[in-house]
């Protein structure tokens, strides 16, 4: 791949002849469509970790997705101005605006768009979503299997909350109205592969981990790839190289998540400060502002503004760190041969670092009681709500079928003429686009646990 081709302000679905803005550039539209649309502003009410709060302020999906954009928009930054300057005498006038200004605003974007796929209740609604359609019923499996292909099944049974971000910001978009630039997409596409051929830890390759679109949005995939030029490892399993700004992307949301998550534990009095501490502040042993770090920690009484001190110090640290490894992996990453994290690159003592932050993690807070009890409400509420609007579709003639699809808002297009798999597609989208609060809601009042009222 090139530098010169892995950017194109081309919009999927449109022709681009509309005004220009001469306040914007491409990306930065790419950004404000999105800061505006319906499914970013539902991520406030999604969770990301822990349950939904009173009193105590948690993350949820929309502030970690702003805050991973912020770290995004530095790695951006700072890579776009190397490769700029590495570059100066090659690259042509509209490469080098590209990468020293406009590098920032793409990652930025493709940051602020990487949960937006992500159904409620966290990483267990994706769980609940798949389950679902594994434990189908034999007669419904049957004729599942028989309606849709191998890889239109595995769309369901292997859901995926990336691949249904890319379907969120292509197909949904496009009628919507909000075109993004193929730069902008490519830039979320974490897995490169369809849904038959991702999960498969076995080709070594860190695409092939999940699946990074659906059947549905193959062709807009291919288009993708072809305006990007990028490399294309296997035609028949769909499986592209990953678009080197994805790593950035990444490294942004690996530094932010962790840090943030054990920020969180400490405000829920999950891990006391002296825990949090621990974890963070041997990174910076040895380090040129070592000794500033740790006088700020004296002289700060509040542990809320020294943790805060910390993060911020950890983060900064992390994302030259990052951007770094970016730099001397250029050749790996233009051929689509890195095949790890860029977090997973970093020096040795940081790497054991992470790496016990995500030990500590795993025990105490991802299998908290909270966190597992907002699991399981995932999976009975999410499960009863594609129990109820898929045997709709799959049986519209009943009386209660036809009373539940009217509650599906028009916007998803339930239509017999559409085919199955379209429509079980629209369920899904109706649904995983749910806030957390909304479908239990919902969920109360079509299976009678709650009556309506009106209001």
């Given at each position: 791949m090139n530098w010169q081709s892995l950017f194109s302000n081309k919009r999927y679905g449109s022709s681009n002849k509309?005004?220009?803005?001469?306040?914007?550039?491409?990306?930065?539209r790419d950004y404000d469509r999105l800061i505006f649309s319906s499914q970013f502003r539902r991520l406030k009410n999604k969770t990301q970790v822990f349950p939904l709060p009173g009193a105590v302020f948690v993350h949820n999906r929309l502030t970690h997705s702003l805050e991973v954009a912020s770290v995004g928009r530095s790695l951006g930054r700072l890579v776009g101005?190397?490769?700029?300057?590495?570059?100066?005498?090659?690259?042509?006038?509209?490469?080098?605006?590209?990468?020293?200004?406009?590098?920032?605003?793409?990652?930025?974007?493709?940051?602020?768009?990487?949960?937006?796929?992500?159904?409620?209740?966290?990483?267990?609604?994706?769980?609940?979503?798949?389950?679902?359609?594994?434990?189908?019923?034999?007669?419904?499996?049957?004729?599942?299997?028989?309606?849709?292909?191998?890889?239109?099944?595995?769309?369901?049974?292997?859901?995926?909350?990336?691949?249904?971000?890319?379907?969120?910001?292509?197909?949904l978009f496009k009628k919507s109205g909000l075109k993004l630039t193929y730069t902008s997409l490519a830039s979320i596409v974490k897995y490169p592969v369809d849904s038959t051929h991702g999960f498969n830890k076995k080709t070594g390759l860190i695409s092939t981990k999940k699946s990074g679109y659906f059947d549905a949005e193959l062709e807009v995939a291919h288009e993708m790839a072809n305006e990007l030029q990028l490399i294309t490892f296997d035609q028949e399993k769909h499986l592209l190289a990953r678009h080197p700004f994805v790593f950035l992307v990444e490294a942004a949301d690996d530094i932010c998540y962790r840090i943030i998550d054990l920020e969180d534990a400490f405000r829920l009095n999950i891990l006391s400060f002296e825990e949090v501490k621990s974890l963070l502040l041997p990174f910076f042993d040895g380090e040129k502002n070592e000794e500033y770090i740790l006088q700020q920690m004296l002289d700060i009484k509040d542990e809320k503004q020294k943790l805060s001190l910390l993060r911020a110090m950890l983060i900064n640290l992390l994302t030259n760190r990052c951007a770094a490894v970016f730099i001397e992996n250029e050749e790996k990453l233009l051929n689509g041969e890195l095949n790890q994290s860029l977090i997973d690159l970093i020096d040795e003592k940081s790497l054991a670092l992470v790496e016990k932050i995500d030990e500590v993690s795993i025990k105490k807070i991802y299998n908290h009681k909270s966190v597992v009890e907002i699991e399981i409400a995932g999976f009975h509420v999410i499960g009863g709500l594609l129990k109820e609007f898929t045997g709709a579709v799959l049986d519209p003639k009943p009386a209660k079928s036809k009373k539940?699809?009217?509650?599906?808002?028009?916007?998803?297009?339930?239509?017999?003429?559409n085919g199955l798999y379209q429509n079980l597609l629209s369920v899904i989208d109706f649904i995983s686009g749910m806030?957390?609060?909304?479908?239990?809601?919902?969920?109360?009042?079509?299976?009678?646990?709650?009556?309506?009222?009106l209001s």
């Open positions: 509309g005004l220009n803005d001469e306040t914007r550039g491409e990306y930065l101005e190397k490769l700029a300057e590495k570059y100066k005498d090659e690259f042509n006038d509209q490469a080098t605006n590209f990468y020293r200004f406009e590098l920032s605003d793409v990652v930025q974007t493709a940051c602020l768009a990487h949960d937006i796929g992500n159904p409620p209740f966290g990483h267990s609604g994706e769980d609940a979503i798949r389950t679902f359609f594994r434990e189908l019923p034999e007669n419904l499996n049957q004729k599942l299997e028989a309606e849709l292909s191998e890889n239109q099944f595995n769309d369901l049974k292997n859901f995926e909350g990336n691949a249904n971000a890319f379907r969120i910001l292509s197909t539940l699809l009217r509650l599906v808002p028009e916007q998803f297009d339930l239509n017999p003429e806030t957390d609060l909304y479908a239990i809601d919902l969920y109360r009042k079509i299976t009678g646990i709650q009556i309506p009222t």
